[in-house]
């Protein structure tokens, strides 16, 4: 006998657009007419699925994974970078030194108490490990350095700056090293698409040791005994190997390339979202005619590694709406479904408002050696910090509102900057798209000033306090070196809009909040901090580590963090 859970969050959820179901409450669990089981059932195979997949695996624990899609999600689809350090072989074969103390006291500046500091020593003291642990399996990384200040390094370069190490305070607290571990794969020139060669090696390494993979597989309600143990999911599956498997497979492809193909709020965009938006509307037709229902039962646990929320409008809409006008930097997968099955067994969120934003304005260096100002015309950063973090003072302290402004000595650097080959093409690109058409102008700066309804007295002052600092005469009031300022004295002078709904320099947001865990095992909490047993999180699906402050390959290495944890968690292996 069985009957459902009461909880009341299907009907919450189906309001933001996700078909989840409350559990079902199962008497008899043997009698249940499960298709198939394992010890651990995975939802959503990207980073933290594939993760704690192979750990299991290894462990001698059986694994089921599903995936709506393809499997990889927005880890494969990344541009690769892996956040790692403490002396990791790659560092060492670059001749970078580093050490989990120095890491840990800049991570600790990143993270703050978003998690507590023994889980953050954990993660730390675990990175070298984890980067031999991705090699042994056929991760490829390459210790070739670049050891400047970028966004994202030229794409012969596979060891960098990913985060505000570099930057004047921070590298008074913390020694800087390069931790970011860029895959060492070459596609063409293009940014992003590289984490396939990090996910892929390790979903291979699993299949290898016994994981059944299910792709094109929904998990739409979790199953719980009467103690309240999840002890399996219902899922509904195109049938494999079949010709509808093959054309979802088709316009998912078909989809998630036009969509991507443009950011929404530039010239055409309209167009290549509407031809993405037809695609995915056939690939939902085939969901809604032929999948098969079956019930998959998980003798140790359930983890939910579905991804975040940020594909979801709904859901930016209700947690995040000064993020509305971002550009969602995600795949099809990320639209909070995993976050809301944890939530149908009683489980609780926390920073579900927490989004990162990435503004990023160096290259071209002649921006970042500029001032930022907000809507009264004063500054409120380091130019030079990591695109992450001036995208969290834009959003969430200046009401989104910003703007570079800059002088005709530092607009003809800027397009020289654009002409170096050694720019990453979407590098080179955005700055002259924003060089040309990004820009207000105006022969002194009173008048730019009344152009941009800056307060004149405050966008006068706050450039006379720069040109001091620039030329050395006194400190700069954020710490910004010398060597990264430029006197603002030549006219005509120009502001750039930045803020989060610039027309032509679109803003990519990913979503942080999630389900709450229990850091030393990854089982999901309830409103009263209990565990629920059988049920895990991980990856954006969940809080982590990258969860207060995003840098490069941070999000990917909680990811690992996270899954294999739980994996450990389920075999009995404790961390």
């Given at each position: 006998?069985?009957?459902?859970?009461?909880?009341?969050?299907?009907?919450?959820?189906?309001?933001?657009?996700?078909?989840?179901?409350?559990?079902?409450?199962?008497?008899?669990?043997?009698?249940?007419?499960?298709?198939?089981?394992?010890?651990?059932?995975?939802?959503?195979?990207?980073?933290?699925?594939?993760?704690?997949?192979?750990?299991?695996?290894?462990r001698?624990?059986?694994v089921?994974?599903?995936?709506?899609?393809?499997?990889?999600?927005s880890?494969s689809?990344?541009?690769?970078?892996?956040?790692?350090?403490?002396?990791?072989?790659?560092?060492?074969?670059?001749g970078?030194e580093?050490?989990?103390?120095e890491?840990?006291?800049?991570?600790?500046i990143?993270?703050?108490?978003?998690?507590?500091?023994?889980?953050?020593?954990?993660f730390?003291?675990?990175?070298?490990?984890?980067?031999?642990?991705?090699?042994?399996?056929?991760?490829?990384?390459?210790?070739?350095?670049?050891?400047?200040?970028?966004?994202?390094?030229?794409?012969?370069?596979?060891?960098?700056?990913?985060?505000?190490?570099?930057?004047?305070?921070?590298?008074?607290?913390?020694?800087?090293?390069?931790?970011?571990?860029?895959?060492?794969?070459?596609?063409?020139?293009?940014?992003?698409?590289?984490?396939?060669?990090?996910?892929?090696?390790?979903?291979?390494?699993?299949?290898?040791?016994?994981?059944?993979?299910?792709?094109?597989?929904?998990?739409?309600?979790?199953?719980?005994?009467?103690?309240?143990?999840?002890?399996?999911?219902?899922?509904?599956?195109?049938?494999s190997d079949?010709?509808?498997?093959?054309?979802?497979?088709k316009?998912?492809?078909?989809?998630?390339?036009y969509?991507?193909?443009?950011?929404?709020?530039?010239?055409f965009?309209?167009?290549?979202?509407?031809?993405?938006?037809?695609?995915?509307?056939k690939?939902?037709?085939?969901e809604?005619?032929?999948?098969?229902?079956?019930?998959?039962?998980?003798?140790?646990?359930?983890?939910?590694?579905?991804?975040?929320?940020?594909?979801?409008?709904r859901?930016?809409?209700?947690?995040?709406?000064?993020?509305?006008?971002?550009?969602?930097?995600?795949?099809?997968?990320?639209?909070?479904a995993?976050?809301?099955?944890?939530?149908?067994?009683?489980?609780?969120?926390?920073?579900?408002?927490?989004?990162s934003?990435?503004?990023?304005?160096?290259?071209?260096?002649?921006?970042?050696?500029?001032?930022?100002?907000?809507?009264?015309?004063?500054?409120?950063?380091?130019?030079?910090?990591?695109?992450?973090?001036?995208?969290?003072?834009?959003?969430?302290?200046q009401?989104?509102?910003?703007?570079?402004?800059?002088?005709?000595?530092?607009?003809?650097?800027a397009?020289?900057?654009?002409?170096?080959?050694?720019?990453?093409?979407?590098?080179?690109?955005?700055?002259?798209?924003?060089?040309?058409?990004?820009?207000?102008?105006?022969?002194?700066?009173?008048?730019?000033?009344?152009?941009?309804?800056?307060?004149?007295?405050?966008?006068?002052?706050?450039?006379?306090?720069?040109?001091?600092?620039?030329?050395?005469?006194?400190?700069?009031?954020?710490?910004?070196?010398?060597?990264?300022?430029?006197?603002i004295v030549q006219?005509?002078?120009?502001?750039?809009?930045?803020?989060?709904?610039s027309?032509?320099?679109?803003l990519?947001?990913?979503?942080?909040?999630?389900?709450?865990?229990?850091?030393?095992?990854?089982?999901?909490l309830?409103?009263?901090?209990?565990?629920?047993?059988g049920?895990?999180?991980a990856?954006?699906?969940?809080?982590?580590?990258?969860?207060q402050?995003?840098?490069?390959?941070?999000?990917?290495?909680?990811?690992?963090?996270?899954?294999?944890?739980?994996?450990?968690?389920?075999?009995?292996?404790?961390?």
């Open positions: 006998m069985s009957n459902r859970r009461p909880g009341g969050i299907a009907e919450k959820a189906r309001a933001l657009g996700l078909e989840i179901d409350d559990p079902l409450v199962v008497e008899d669990v043997d009698a249940h007419p499960w298709s198939e089981e394992a010890d651990l059932v995975v939802v959503g195979l990207g980073g933290a699925g594939v993760a704690a997949a192979l750990e299991a695996v290894e001698g624990v059986s089921i994974a599903v995936d709506r899609y393809e499997g990889g999600g880890t689809a990344n541009g690769g970078i892996f956040y790692a350090g403490g002396g990791t072989a790659i560092q060492k074969e670059a970078e580093d050490t989990p103390e890491m840990y006291k800049y991570l600790k990143e993270a703050g108490d978003v998690v507590s500091d023994a889980t953050l020593r954990r730390v003291d675990e990175s070298v490990e984890t980067v031999d642990w991705i090699m042994a399996h056929g991760g490829p990384f390459s210790g070739t350095a670049w050891r400047k200040k970028a966004s994202y390094p030229p794409l012969d370069y596979f060891l960098y700056h990913p985060d505000n190490t570099l930057v004047g305070d921070y590298a008074r607290r913390a020694k800087p090293a390069a931790r970011g571990h860029r895959a060492f794969v070459r596609n063409g020139k293009k940014a992003w698409g590289l984490g396939f060669a990090i996910y892929e090696p390790l979903r291979q390494a699993a299949l290898r040791l016994g994981l059944r993979f299910h792709r094109h597989t929904e998990a739409r309600q979790l199953a719980m005994d009467p103690t309240g143990r999840v002890i399996g999911v219902r899922v509904l599956s195109i049938p079949s010709r509808a498997a093959r054309l979802f497979s316009y998912i492809a078909k989809a998630d390339r969509l991507a193909m443009l950011p929404p709020a530039l010239p965009a309209a167009i290549t979202i509407g031809i993405g938006n037809r695609y995915l509307r690939a939902m037709a085939i809604a005619h032929g999948r098969t229902e079956r019930w998959i039962r998980a003798r140790q646990g359930v983890l939910l590694s579905a991804g975040g929320y940020i594909m979801n409008p859901m930016v809409a209700e947690h995040a709406p000064d993020y509305r006008d971002g550009m969602p930097n995600g795949t099809l997968g990320d639209q909070g995993g976050i809301y099955l944890g939530l149908s067994a009683g489980g609780s969120t926390a920073l579900m408002s927490k989004i934003a990435w503004r990023f304005i160096n290259p071209p260096k002649a921006w970042a050696d500029a001032i930022v100002v907000n809507a009264r015309g004063e500054r409120f950063v380091d130019e030079t910090v990591y695109g992450a973090t001036l995208g969290e003072h834009i959003g969430d302290r009401g989104g509102r910003a703007w570079i402004v800059y002088d005709a000595k530092a607009r003809k650097a397009f020289a900057q654009a002409r170096d080959p050694i720019l990453v093409p979407f590098q080179r690109d955005v700055t002259r798209l924003n060089l040309l058409f990004n820009y207000r102008k105006a022969p002194t700066i009173d008048a730019l000033s009344a152009k941009m309804g800056f307060d004149p007295a405050i966008l006068a002052s706050t450039i006379a306090d720069y040109n001091r600092a620039a030329r050395g005469d006194v400190p700069d009031m954020f710490g910004k070196g010398p060597e990264d300022m430029q006197p006219g005509p002078f120009y502001a750039m809009d930045i803020s989060v709904a027309r032509f320099l679109p990519p947001v990913i979503s942080f909040g999630g389900l709450r865990v229990e850091e030393e095992t990854g089982l999901v309830d409103d009263e901090r209990r565990v629920i047993p049920l895990y999180a990856g954006r699906c969940a809080v982590g580590i990258a969860s402050t995003y840098v490069s390959g941070l999000s990917y290495a909680d990811c690992v963090f996270s899954g294999r944890r739980a994996a450990r968690h389920v075999a009995g292996a404790n961390v």
